[in-house]
Nanobody
Framework: QVQLVESGGGLVQPGGSLSLSCTASGSIGDINTMNWYRQVPGERHELVAGITSSDAIDYADSVKCRFTISRDNDKNTVYLQMNSLKPEDTAMYYC?????????????WGQGTQVTVTA
């Protein structure tokens, strides 16, 4: 079992910045991926960014050059620095933990933190 706790969401004006954090606890594997997803009510989760324990990184095209994902393995924490925020970035942001052992994928989700971008 892995527990994920997100923080850092809030209300920000267009062009502003926010920094999200997600801390994992429990049965943390040495090899894993931590992702940020976001969701608007009634729509599917969208992968925003992900980072592996070996520091491979992927971003959605819509956030490239604006968002930066990073992690601190000693603290079991993943961060998402969001700059130049747009109204279309408004969503509930969720942290996801994923690991694969013996061909089986283990996935856990945080409770989410709301990001609202409006003038």
């Amino acid at each position: 079992q892995v527990q994920l706790v997100e923080s850092g969401g809030g209300l920000v004006q267009p062009g502003g910045s926010l920094s999200l954090s997600c801390t994992a606890s429990g049965s943390i594997g040495d090899i894993n991926t931590m992702n940020w997803y976001r969701q608007v009510p009634g729509e599917r989760h969208e992968l925003v960014a992900g980072i592996t324990s070996s520091d491979a990184i992927d971003y959605a095209d819509s956030v490239k050059c604006r968002f930066t994902i990073s992690r601190d393995n000693d603290k079991n924490t993943v961060y998402l620095q969001m700059n130049s925020l747009k109204p279309e970035d408004t969503a509930m942001y969720y942290c996801q933990y994923s690991s694969i052992r013996d061909g089986y994928e283990y996935i856990y989700w945080g409770q989410g933190t709301q990001v609202t971008v409006t003038a």
